[in-house]
């Protein structure tokens, strides 16, 4: 029986995996850990065979269990459940994980990563030479401020001083700086201990970066390492035009930290580049990053229109108030900076996320309409995303909404629910929640034709005869002049009293003057005031609640009948009709 430490803390994918570790129950004991200490207890005490573990472990992080496992269990094999960023990828390879899996992940593809791990006839050689410098530079990359004490098992020890993922200095047997960091990277059988710093006072006595150190180390004899030109080369991080695709394909796939980081490590070598600065802005969740980001950007090519488009959207976003938001997030259409709890781009006004109050406010605040060009350009690029990560449920998302504002809802459905059927941990969770409850509405329309008459009613010749209905005043308010009064017509000729209007300000005038028993709107007005926006005004009026409603919409116009189902009693009829349609209509919908 062979022991699997899972670290995990999501019930959901905790759920998902103990059901995949069942079938092999009587081969592998799966033990589970919720957070970092919890895991550190189970290596000091259990002996294991895998480690399955994210990137991010609570209470206790991955530099700090992986030091754990240099002092006790150094050569058990690692499975990370991380997103495959390349230099993230690169820094796993350097400390000798076993395996890294995309998150998120198939189970099937976890359960042959365990097997090949403690299928292994020879031990994993975790944190022994080479995969110190693998080790440095995730404390690096994941910015920690830390002094790092490292443990020779055949004599000595020292120690690595970081301030916010920067090597200041280092110390060993009398030696410091530079010397005492190649003469610690030349160890060969190590154990970690990682600690915070007694006091941020350090003095900066290297200033050679970790790739040169190692270097060094590596040509005087004293350590068994990789060369980095190999590998900066193997990772295309000698290719700057290959370096920047990988990082926009991520930030297109939605992986906007991952791309962040592949271009802020491209830009320090390489700091002339001025797509690489435009496109760290667009992964930045910082303002002020995103700032100086363009400002490079613009001082190398100055010329360039889509450089001054961003500093216009960079504007535009500090106009709607993103300078107070603590972290941003980027609109998927135009790139534009946007507060991560808005529903709305301020620069494209392209719909980017769905809340309670979602389809309340699409239908009926007077928000302006979505920049149409800029959501059509989108769909390629979402298109190739998905079909290049078919299981990242950002490009599915992104397509529904694309759908979303171009009113094309049966498509949108069919990429929400694609997205729903996405990994165990979906990030639109709460978002597909909410949509579950409309869900049913939409599809309604999709297979409901205008109401069929009611049980024992006809539309035959009995649909000419005159009906009989108590003489009550609609108001009818329609913008052409020839149909408004071809519809007074038919109500007089019905025995109703009409009153007319031509807008929706004019609508509202008159319902205080009239106090109609129905309404009778079209959805397409003159003025800047559509029949949403008019109904969404009267509704405030005092006594409206009891007034029914009857919209007239397009044939085949699905968004105008969810406004119409979203207005509460609306009833909607679709043009062109006639006058029994319109009659027995309004006979229905006033009871």
């Not at 491209?266 to 667009?282: G, T």
């Not at 529903?343 to 239908?363: G, K, L, P, Q, V």
């Not at 003057?513 to 009267?538: C, S």
Request: net charge negative; proline share 5%.
């Amino acid at each position: 029986m062979k022991n699997i430490l899972l670290v995990e803390n999501s019930p959901e994918l905790l759920k998902t995996i103990k059901s995949a570790f069942k079938k092999y129950e009587s081969q592998l004991k799966l033990m589970v850990a919720e957070n970092g200490e919890e895991a550190v207890k189970t290596i000091e005490e259990t002996a294991i065979s895998a480690l399955i573990t994210d990137l991010y472990v609570p209470e206790v992080d991955f530099p700090e269990l992986l030091a754990c496992l240099s002092r006790r269990q150094a050569d058990i094999p690692i499975i990370m459940t991380s997103f495959g960023s390349p230099v993230l990828t690169d820094i796993l390879t350097d400390l000798n994980i076993h395996h890294a899996l995309r998150n998120p992940f198939k189970t099937n593809e976890l359960l042959k990563a365990v097997s090949e791990a403690i299928g292994k006839t020879t031990k994993v050689e975790s944190l022994q030479g080479f995969a110190l410098y693998g080790y440095l530079r995730m404390l690096q990359e994941e910015q920690k401020t830390c002094a790092l004490e490292v443990i020779n098992q055949e004599s000595g020890r020292g120690s690595f001083y970081f301030i916010d993922g920067t090597l200041y200095d280092a110390e060993c047997d009398g030696l410091q700086g530079e010397e005492a960091a190649i003469t610690i990277l030349g160890w060969q059988k190590i154990s970690l201990n990682l600690k915070e710093l007694e006091s941020e006072d350090i003095p900066a006595r290297i200033d050679t970066d970790l790739k040169t150190l190692i270097a060094r180390a590596g040509n005087s004899g004293k350590a068994a390492v990789p060369d980095p030109e190999k590998q900066s080369s193997q990772s295309n991080e000698k290719d700057p035009k290959k370096l920047i695709e990988q990082a926009i394909g991520q930030a297109k796939a939605g992986h906007g930290s991952a791309a962040y980081k592949i271009l802020a490590m491209l830009l320090k070598n390489n700091p002339k580049i001025s797509l690489a600065w435009l496109w760290l802005s667009r992964t930045s969740e910082n303002l002020k990053t995103i700032d100086v980001s363009l400002k490079n950007a613009a001082k190398i090519a100055p010329e360039s229109a889509e450089i001054k488009e961003d500093i216009e959207k960079l504007k535009s976003a500090v106009n709607a108030g993103c300078g107070e938001a603590d972290s941003l997030k980027h609109c998927p259409f135009c790139w534009a900076p946007v507060i991560p709890d808005k529903t709305s781009c301020h620069y494209c006004n392209a719909h980017i996320n769905i809340h309670e109050d979602f389809f309340h406010s699409m239908f009926f605040s007077s928000n302006k309409e979505p920049n149409l060009q800029i959501v059509e350009s989108s769909f390629k690029r979402f298109n190739k995303a998905k079909a290049k990560e078919p299981d990242n449920p950002h490009p599915c998302f992104f397509l529904a909404m694309a759908h979303i504002n171009l009113n094309q809802w049966k498509e949108a459905l069919l990429e929400l629910e694609q997205t729903r059927e996405i990994g165990p941990e979906n990030p639109y969770q709460k978002q597909l929640e909410i949509l579950t409850d409309f869900n049913a509405d939409l599809e309604s329309f999709y297979t409901d034709e205008d109401e069929q008459p009611e049980k024992g009613e006809e539309f035959g010749d009995q649909a000419d005869e005159p009906l009989e209905i108590p003489k009550q005043l609609i108001m009818v308010v329609e913008d052409s002049t020839t149909t408004r009064n071809i519809v007074a017509s038919m109500l007089k000729k019905e025995g109703y009293d009409v009153v007319e209007a031509k807008d929706g300000a004019e609508a509202i005038t008159r319902f205080d003057e009239n106090r109609p028993d129905l309404l009778l709107l079209d959805i397409i007005l003159p003025g800047g005031m559509d029949g949403h926006q008019t109904l969404a005004q009267l509704r405030n009026k005092p006594g409206f609640n009891d007034t029914p409603v009857i919209m007239l919409t397009a044939k085949g116009s699905l968004i105008d009948k969810v406004k119409g189902k979203m207005s509460g009693r609306a009833e909607y009829l679709t043009k062109p009709f006639n006058s029994a349609d319109l009659i027995k209509k309004i006979k229905r919908t006033m009871g």
